[in-house]
């Protein structure tokens, strides 16, 4: 069964640091979706991405976050200037259809630790 | 935010049937009912979903009233393996909102 993968399991990064958490969604999946996780919280939406545009994004995801679908298989979260409060778990998602008419299909998540 | 409350926790026998109730009063027409769940150290896993019929799947069925403003996730025969949090969802657009959702416990 296809799956959403998720590179690199874990990361450490210093305060400060610029760090780039990258997605392989399902291959014919068109909406993809970056979400977090700080440890013991909720679930939390940051972006959604369809058609080579942001297309909903949350109050979380500020100036500091970006996306980008570099090429035809990838698609990456970057945060700039990394703070404390960014440790948390990174969950990238596909789904073929969007406004919830179908799934959205997880990964198994990037644990990022900022020092 | 929430569009749906669930129980913060529940208890279930091994092999026995689950009941996981899901309250939406507001739902709209065109909401979709989605269920999720999380094992411990792992991301969110798609269970089922639908608009206004009952649906069943390999891992479940889902049982929607009439009025929609309800659904019941049912896990046929729990497992050991079915220890998580479940998640009953309305998407907002393509945002999922994630609650606290329904902590099952399987009783060996």
């Known amino acids: 069964e296809p799956e959403v993968t998720q590179t690199p399991s874990h990361q450490v990064t210093q305060m400060g640091q610029e760090v780039i958490l990258r997605c392989v969604p399902i291959?014919?999946?068109?909406?993809f979706y970056w979400y977090r996780q700080i440890l013991g919280q909720k679930v939390e939406f940051l972006v959604s991405f369809y058609n080579n545009e942001i297309s909903e994004k949350s109050e979380i995801f500020d100036d500091q976050f970006s996306v980008e679908r570099p090429d035809g298989s990838n698609f990456t979260l970057k945060i700039r200037s990394t703070k404390l409060e960014d440790s948390a778990m990174y969950f990238c998602?596909?789904?073929?259809f969007g406004s919830g008419q179908g799934p959205q299909h997880f990964g198994d998540g990037t644990r990022l630790s900022i020092l | 935010d929430a569009k749906t409350t669930q129980p913060n926790s529940m208890e279930s026998n091994e092999e026995e049937p689950v009941h996981l109730p899901c309250n939406h009063s507001?739902?709209?027409?065109?909401?979709?009912i989605h269920w999720y769940r999380q094992l411990p150290s792992q991301g969110p896993e798609y269970v089922i979903h639908?608009?206004?019929s009952n649906v069943n799947n390999r891992m479940a069925s889902l049982a929607i009233a009439e009025d929609r403003k309800s659904s019941t996730l049912i896990l046929h025969r729990a497992t050991l393996r079915d220890a998580a949090v479940y998640y009953c969802?309305?998407?907002?657009?393509?945002?999922?909102?994630f609650g606290t959702g329904t902590s099952l416990t399987v009783i060996p």
């Open positions: 291959s014919n999946h068109l909406y």
């Open positions: 969802i309305l998407p907002t657009g393509n945002q999922f909102y």
């Open positions: 639908g608009l206004t």
């Open positions: 507001t739902i709209s027409g065109t909401d979709y």
């Open positions: 998602a596909s789904s073929e």
